[in-house]
Structure formats: structure tokens, C-alpha cells
């Protein structure tokens, strides 16, 4: 189908626009299809490795038969044991404790008991018995025969036996029986005396260490004068928690008594020891006599002062007076209060200003005996808290004690609990493996069933057939199918052209000849495997050509080379067939033969090789089309030949001569075909002709492609390619004869040819 074009376009480097694509540069290396059941490559597979299929089949099929004839036949017989009470009393603790299972506890390690039972141990006695009469019996064929197995998830252990001779299976078997239960009754009580013994000697050990944490405990106590160690720290952290609220009940008190401080700090003026000073100094004799005085005087000069002018030598007395009483009354204030102060205002105070000095110092007498109090208080916290610390140092110690005297305690009395059920189990007497199934020569059966074992053996046969052939195709790196290659490539496949045995004897299965209609096409041949062989390998051109003019809707595919991985792949058919068919669709066509080393095209349509492509770059010549030659019956078919081999092949196709030539070409041509060499042995020629060209197509041939090498190639067209990569040309695709017959006359209808086709 046509693949949509896409919006961009690329320059070729020389000036030319190229058409916009979905194909990137650098498609993505070959893609692994994992964990992907695909049945149709599975069915591709094996009708391609037929051969290996069914060989490796049948020969495995006539081995297996083979053996399976050439045995003798096999008899087998089985017996089944109970290994455990199915009802039993339980003995709790036991196991637990000592490490060793009660015989009446489903606890039975089946792996291991039966790896046991097939021990020289349990086995040398029982093989002794059976060689008196069947010597030839040996240890390892006695155990190849015997198959001990756990039915389920009962409590019984199937033993079976196989041999050629019946006799020996039903003597063997009751053997075994009889010496699996004699080792039971020898293993359960061997079991339970050491148990006995086991617990014995753990009591004793357990009594021991009992006595010796009791007596660290009570030297514990004495040591610290402590009988309960949680009952003395409860009682300490009960006192701290009252020493702690008392403390907060202080604090309180004192915070409520300071602002009453302050302010009558600010009230008095004074501190509470300067207010004590004032307090005294106010009951001082000498102060209050020597204030009486300067009162008096005072007095005195005011009386005075109203009849006589203050410069009289009466005032002036007076003034004197006052001023030598003043120094007698500081000092003794100054002696009295202990700082400067002024001695007049200090002996005047009220009733008021004492009672509130009065309060003054109550209240810091209250505040010095509670910050008093606080501080004991918290001393005695820390004392109280330093206690609390060494009683929970000791507590940890007592715990630890405690702890290890109950986990004693505990061991002992389950101990003591598992020895009084030990007793009791040993008094009871366990019973030996009991025999449920009959033993007798009518359970021995033979069981060779050659029919089941023919149909097993043509099932695996199948497989492994299955298998070789899976394995031959992954060895083959080849691809086998178009849709494989467009999967691991991540490539459009623009064409698949069918296989076309033909062309090993004729170069060309379309002609060259211009046709009118598909249907002249397609009966130019006269045998109907031609007719059907025409009908697939033209269409597959015409789509091919459909395919390229749709690749870009905005600037058309002029130029477009071919190339492939490896020689042989079909190549320079395709180009000359693809020509063909873009001429029949009405389009001048140039088919340029561009493999400059080996070209072929002229041998293809029958034309001389004499001067060609190499001749026109290396040779002045005034027309370019002077040596293209047009294909007799179809004017628009031209080809230009390869000419003379040059000697290097590379530089004339990356030449500015081969450049202009194509541009010259691209003017008069609507559509350019290069055959280019193959990319295999790193011949870069198809590199260098792809970049005057508006894209590249790469053709590979299925069952001949590898994988590796196409791999190799497309990393190396996208880091090294101009020309964009359009996609593949699948050559040897494989075609359905039937549906291109029933394509063929449902749309062109019954052509009318020569009766020799119907005749087929």
C-alpha cells in the first residue's frame, strides 16, 4: 500500500528539493521479538525446516521404538505404611522444650525420615536377610528398584518395588515391610530414652540456676537496705512531686509580693534599709532637739522679718543661727542614715510616710524568708531527684533479677510438665508402623504397557523434531519472510516481488514493449504458469512505481537509486523491471547502469556496452543524451550504459562532472533509475551515486539477507548517507498461486490467448 508523505522536505546538497518522508535517516538497528508467540512464524518455520522436522522425528520414533521392544517386561508391587497415630493424645511442650518430637505429635520430617529409610542404616540388615536367598541383589540395585514416597498429605509412607521377576518383587517387598517396622520400634524407643535422659539432665542444670538467682536477689536486698524496690521509688517520687508543688505555691507568693515592693519602694523613696535609718533617726534625742531649734529659729525670723528689713543686724543674727544649726543637723543625719541626705526634709515626716516605711520593710522582711524557704526547698528537690536516679539504677538491676528468676521458674515447670508427659508416653508404649494395605502376589502387577509407551514416545519424537527445527532456523541468520524484514528493520516495504524462476533462463519476464492496458501485459505470455508468473512479478513493479510517486505529495521522486546488502539479490532486475513498468505508465524514464565495475543492465535489454556513463564523465562531449539509447517499442524507456571500466570507479561518481550531468538529465526525464554496486566488502559507490539522488532503496532478497549484515548496513547508510532511506524492495517473496488466479480473472476477466493456455 502507498505510504502517506510527510510535511518536510531535505536538500540532496546540490540545490534540489527532497520529498518529505516518513523514513528517518538512521533506522533503528534489527529489533529482537521476545517472549511473542507468533504461530504463524512457528508454521513458516517448520514448513521451511521440513526436513529436519520430520528426520529428527522419525528417527527418534525408531530409537525409542527400538527400546522399548528390546526391554524386558517390568513387575511392580507396593505396600503401604502408617508412620504416624492417626488419633493420638498429644504431649504439649516437648518438642518445644527439649528439641525432641513427641511420638504422639504429627511432626514427622517425611524428606528426611524417607532419606533415612534408604540409609546402609536401615537398609544393610534388610539386604542381609534378602541375599540368603537372592544373592545377586546388591545394595545399589536393591535401592534402583525401590521407590519410597509420602501418599499426600496423610501419615503414610508407599513403599514399591519393581524387578523383571514377580517372585522377587513379593520376597523383596516383605522384607522391606518387615524391616521398616522393626526399625520403628527400635527408633521410638531409642527416641523417647533420650528424650527422658535429655530432660533429666535439663532439670538439673534448670534447679541449679533457680538457687542461684534467688540468692542474688536477697543479697541484693541486703546490700541496699531495700525489700521492693518500685514500693521505695513510689514513695520517694510522692515526696518530690509535694516538694514540687511547694516550691510552686512559693514562687507564687513571691511574684505576688513584688509589685506590692516596688511600689512602695516608689511611695517611700528609699530603699528598706535607708527607710530603717529614717525610721531611727526620727527617734533620735539629739536629732529631734537640734530640729526643735532650727524650727524655733525659723520661727523666729519669720516673726521678725515682719517688722524689720531683712540687712537689720537682728535678722541677720537669726540668718546666722539657722546657718550654724544646719551642718550639726546633717551630720547627725548623715551619722544617723549613713548617706547624703537632706537634714530638713528627714525630720519631717508624717504618720503616713512611717507607716508606709513600716510596710516597706514587712514586706521585704516576707519576701527574704520566702526566697529562703525556696532555696531549701530546692535543694531538697535535687536531693529527692539524685535519690529517684539511684533507685531507678538499682530498679533496673532488681527487674533484671526478677526477670531472669521467672524466666526459670517458667523453664522449670515445663520441664517438669514434659517429663510427667514423657512418662506418661513411655508407660503407653508407642506403637510400631502399622501395615494397611495387603501384601500378596495379586498386587504384583506388570507394568510395561507398550501401546502408552509407543504414543509417549511419538509425542516426545514430535518434539524433538520440533525442537531441531527451531534450533536449524534460529542457526539460519536469514530472513524468511516480508513481514519478519519490516519487523526487524522498522522499514516500509514499498514492493514484494515473487519469486520468478524464469529469469534463470530469460533476463527479462516484462517486456520492454509498450502496452496499452494491464491486461496486454499480462497475455503477452501463452502457457498459464507464464500468464500466472507475469500477472504477479508486473504487478508487484506497477505498486512499486504507485508507491514512489506517492511517497511525497508536495515535490515528486525524480531520482531514486537501488542498492543492496550483498551481489545477487536481484538488484539490477529490479531496476531494469521497475523502468519498464514506470515507462508503461506514460513516464520518460532513464535507467542509468551505475555499477561502474561489473554493470549488467546492457546485457539485460541486449544493447552495447561500447560508450556509457564512464565515457561521459571522463570525455568532452557537447550533449549528455548523445549516448543514452532508447529501448526499441517504447519511446519513453531510455538507457544509459555503464561504458568503459574506469579505473577508479569512486571518484568519477562523486565527481562535479557526474553532478551536472544529472542535473542536465533531471530536465529532461521524469524519472531517473540508478543501479548502483552492492554495499558488501565496503564499496562505497552506491554511497556516492545515492547523494545525486532524491532518495535510496535497498533491496533484499528473503532466505539469502542476513540479518548481521543488513543490520550493519542500515547503521552505515544512516550515519554516512546524503539521500534519504525510502524503504525496502523484498526480492523472492512467495506467492499464492490461487488467489492471483482468482485476482486476476474476477478483475480482468478471461483473457482470450491461444488454447494452449486453457489446455494447462
Known sequence: MPFPPSSTHETNGHGHAKPGFMTVMAPPSLVDQK?????????????????????VAALSLAGFTLWHLSRPPAYSGSASLLVEPVTAVNAPGL???????????????????????????VINPILAKIQQRYPDITYNSLLNGLNIVQEGESKVLRISYSDPDPAVVAFVLNQVVEGFVNYSVQDRQGELRRGLTFLDEQLQEKW?????????????????????????????????????????????????????????????????????????????????????????????IATESARFQADTPMIEALTDERQQLLPLLEAEAQRLVGSAV????????????????????????????????????????????????????????????????????????????????????????ASPWELISPLNETSIAETSNL??????????????????????????????????LVKATQLPNLAGV???????????????????TMADVLTQNQSPHKLYTSFSFAEAFYSLEANLRMLSSDTPIQVVALTSSEPGEGKSTICAHLAIAAANMGRRVLLIDGDLRKPSQHLIFGHPNRQGLSDLITQPLDDPMDLVQVIPGNPNLHLLTAGA????????????????????????????????????????????????????????RLNRSEQAEIQRVLADLGNTVQAPLLGLVVNGVPH?????????????????VAAGINDG
Do not use: C, W
Open 342 to 429: 537632706e537634714a530638713e526634709t528627714l525630720g519631717y515626716q508624717g504618720s503616713v510616710s512611717q507607716t508606709l516605711m513600716q510596710q516597706l520593710v514587712d514586706t521585704a522582711n516576707e519576701m527574704q524568708v520566702l526566697q529562703t524557704q525556696d532555696q531549701a526547698i530546692g535543694q531538697a528537690v535535687q536531693q529527692l531527684r539524685a535519690e529517684i536516679q539511684r533507685l531507678a539504677d538499682l530498679s533496673r538491676s532488681y527487674q533484671q533479677i526478677s526477670r531472669e528468676l521467672t524466666v526459670a521458674e517458667t523453664s522449670l515447670d515445663q520441664l517438669l510438665a514434659s517429663r510427667q508427659d514423657l512418662r506418661f508416653q513411655m508407660a503407653r508404649q
Open 208 to 300: 541449679q540456676e533457680v538457687a542461684a538467682i534467688e540468692g542474688e536477689l536477697s543479697e541484693f536486698q541486703k546490700r541496699y537496705d531495700l525489700v521492693d524496690v518500685n514500693a521505695t521509688s513510689e514513695s520517694v517520687t510522692q515526696r518530690l512531686n509535694q516538694m514540687l508543688a511547694d516550691q510552686e505555691q512559693l514562687r507564687v507568693q513571691l511574684s505576688s509580693l513584688d509589685p506590692l515592693y516596688e511600689n512602695l519602694r516608689e511611695q517611700v523613696g528609699f530603699d528598706p534599709n535607708t527607710a530603717i535609718r529614717v525610721a531611727n533617726l526620727n527617734e533620735s534625742p539629739t536629732y529631734q532637739a537640734l530640729l526643735g531649734d532650727l524650727r524655733e529659729i525659723e520661727q523666729t
Open 498 to 516: 515473487p519469486n520468478a524462476p524464469a529469469l534463470q533462463k530469460q533476463p527479462l519476464l516484462m517486456v520492454p514493449n509498450l502496452s496499452a
Open 736 to 752: 499464492s498461486r490461487q488467489s492471483g488466479y482468482d485476482y486476476y480473472y474476477g478483475y480482468y476477466g478471461r483473457p482470450r
Open 451 to 484: 501401546p502408552r509407551n509407543l504414543l509417549l514416545s511419538t509425542v516426545l519424537s514430535l518434539l524433538l523434531g520440533g525442537v531441531a527445527a527451531l534450533l536449524r532456523d534460529r542457526l539460519d541468520q536469514a530472513f524468511h519472510s516480508a513481514d519478519e
Open 95 to 121: 518438642e518445644t522444650v527439649t528439641g525432641v518430637p513427641s511420638p504422639s505429635v504429627s511432626s514427622l520430617d517425611y524428606t528426611s525420615q524417607i532419606r533415612v529409610l534408604r540409609g546402609p542404616a
Open 35 to 55: 517472549d511473542e508467540v507468533d504461530f504463524s512464524r512457528l508454521a513458516g518455520v517448520f514448513r521451511r525446516r521440513a526436513g529436519v522436522f520430520l528426520g
Open 645 to 700: 571500466r574506469p579505473p577508479a570507479p569512486g571518484r568519477l561518481l562523486s565527481s562535479r562532472k557526474m553532478q551536472q550531468i544529472t542535473e542536465q538529465y533531471r530536465r529532461h526525464f521524469d524519472l531517473m533509475i540508478f543501479d548502483t554496486p552492492p554495499l558488501a566488502g565496503g564499496m562505497v559507490d552506491a554511497k556516492l551515486a545515492a547523494a545525486h539522488a532524491d532518495g535510496l532503496l535497498l533491496v533484499v
